[in-house]
């Protein structure tokens, strides 16, 4: 069998569609509800999610939160040094990426707190040892909201609380898991009202996750790894309900990558401390646990989207895309919503 051009997931974005913030208050986004048995997709608000989702279903979101990973410093000569901090390593270092001129062991201050660049790995990476310091007061105290390339725009106050999730606790993401974004404690307290369990996971969300593919072909893409937590509680619930004939919905493209890394064959969620995943789900994968997604719309040529056509299936989703495109949604982090069932 061939391989698969990445242009095969190419389509033309006008830029002017490209969220450069969230929407005046959250829930408002709109929402593109596709049925995929029906092959159709129509027009809603995200709001209606609520109407949409009955107690024969339960949720699985992603409890992760942003760090503020974007810190600025200036080199002992007053060079100025951009600092992305993208891994924990342990309690003192990170892998980062580091824009400017700098040495191996050079001094970085950032204001009155002091770090270590290391040498650089094969991918560009340099490990950065915040040394005294604790790293988390650091970008507390310093750190700015790590905003995707494509919004053209310096960070905010708003960003803040407007690119994390309102449920999300366990600080580790370098990234929002987007679909998420759009929930209110509203429309969540709306679903329990109805019996709509909402359980949380852990997946820490990295830079590679929304990296365009660079490869000719898609089988010669390396996926970045991520990692994940299921705790044993979950894990068991999930099954349970899988069990009783409930369906699935996945918040988000990472939810479904942690939830199908950890499955068995046979469709049983494991417990998952920590664990690493490169899963690069594409079309003709077997979906084993997730029975429906709500999601972004995403970049043309990224992991994100190819995961989507293989849920949604390539004909329907691009479809929706011109959909989409057609009647000004909003498109990737800040944009609007999917729902695919």
Same mark, same amino acid.
């Given at each position: 069998?061939?391989?698969?051009?990445?242009?095969?997931?190419?389509?033309?974005?006008?830029?002017?569609?490209?969220?450069?913030?969230?929407?005046?208050?959250?829930?408002?986004?709109?929402?593109?509800?596709? !049925?995929?048995?029906?092959?159709?997709?129509?027009?809603?608000?995200?709001?209606?999610? =609520?109407?949409?989702?009955?107690?024969?279903?339960?949720?699985?979101?992603? !409890?992760?939160?942003?760090?503020?990973?974007?810190?600025?410093?200036?080199?002992?000569?007053?060079?100025?040094?951009?600092?992305?901090?993208?891994?924990?390593?342990?309690?003192?270092?990170?892998?980062?990426? #580091?824009?400017?001129?700098?040495?191996?062991?050079?001094?970085?201050?950032?204001?009155?707190?002091?770090?270590?660049?290391?040498?650089?790995?094969?991918?560009?990476?340099?490990?950065?040892?915040?040394?005294?310091?604790?790293?988390?007061? %650091? +970008?507390?105290?310093?750190?700015?909201?790590?905003?995707?390339?494509? =919004?053209?725009?310096?960070?905010?106050?708003?960003?803040?609380?407007?690119?994390?999730?309102?449920?999300?606790? $366990?600080?580790?993401?370098?990234?929002?898991?987007?679909?998420?974004?759009?929930?209110?404690?509203?429309?969540?307290?709306?679903?329990?009202?109805?019996?709509?369990?909402?359980?949380? =996971?852990?997946?820490?969300?990295?830079? &590679?996750?929304?990296?365009?593919?660079?490869?000719?072909?898609?089988?010669?893409?390396?996926?970045?790894?991520? $990692?994940?937590? #299921? &705790?044993?509680?979950?894990?068991?619930? #999930? $099954?349970?309900?899988?069990?009783?004939?409930?369906?699935?919905?996945?918040?988000?493209?990472? %939810?479904?990558?942690?939830?199908?890394?950890?499955?068995?064959?046979?469709?049983?969620?494991? #417990?998952?401390?920590?664990?690493?995943?490169?899963?690069?789900?594409?079309? &003709?994968?077997?979906?084993?646990?997730?029975?429906?997604? =709500?999601?972004?719309?995403?970049?043309?040529?990224?992991?994100?989207?190819?995961?989507?056509?293989?849920?949604?299936?390539?004909?329907?989703?691009?479809?929706?895309?011109?959909?989409?495109?057609?009647?000004?949604?909003?498109?990737?982090?800040?944009?609007?919503? +999917?729902?695919?069932?």
């Amino acid at each position: 069998m061939g391989k698969t051009s990445i242009e095969r997931y190419n389509f033309n974005l006008n830029e002017s569609l490209i969220a450069q913030y969230p929407s005046d208050r959250r829930g408002e986004s709109k929402l593109l509800v596709v !049925n995929r048995r029906a092959a159709t997709y129509k027009d809603m608000k995200f709001i209606d999610i =609520i109407s949409l989702i009955n107690s024969d279903s339960f949720l699985v979101v992603n !409890n992760t939160k942003v760090l503020k990973a974007r810190l600025f410093g200036k080199k002992k000569s007053g060079g100025k040094i951009e600092i992305l901090l993208l891994e924990q390593l342990d309690n003192k270092k990170f892998k980062a990426m #580091i824009g400017g001129k700098w040495k191996k062991d050079d001094e970085i201050f950032i204001d009155e707190f002091k770090v270590y660049a290391t040498s650089r790995d094969t991918e560009g990476l340099v490990v950065v040892d915040f040394l005294d310091n604790n790293p988390f007061e %650091v +970008m507390e105290q310093k750190g700015h909201v790590p905003l995707p390339p494509y =919004i053209k725009r310096s960070d905010t106050k708003i960003d803040q609380e407007r690119y994390n999730t309102v449920y999300s606790k $366990n600080y580790g993401s370098v990234a929002a898991p987007t679909a998420g974004l759009h929930f209110t404690n509203e429309i969540l307290k709306g679903l329990k009202d109805k019996g709509v369990e909402i359980l949380e =996971i852990t997946l820490n969300v990295g830079l &590679g996750t929304f990296r365009p593919v660079k490869t000719k072909f898609i089988e010669d893409h390396q996926m970045h790894s991520e $990692n994940f937590t #299921i &705790g044993s509680d979950v894990a068991a619930r #999930i $099954n349970k309900l899988k069990n009783e004939g409930k369906k699935l919905i996945a918040v988000g493209t990472t %939810v479904v990558r942690a939830l199908e890394s950890s499955a068995s064959d046979k469709g049983v969620v494991r #417990i998952a401390n920590n664990q690493s995943t490169n899963l690069f789900i594409t079309e &003709g994968y077997d979906f084993k646990v997730v029975d429906k997604l =709500i999601t972004n719309f995403h970049l043309p040529k990224s992991t994100l989207f190819i995961l989507v056509t293989a849920f949604g299936g390539y004909d329907l989703i691009m479809d929706a895309y011109k959909h989409a495109m057609k009647n000004e949604y909003r498109f990737f982090s800040y944009g609007d919503a +999917m729902f695919i069932e």
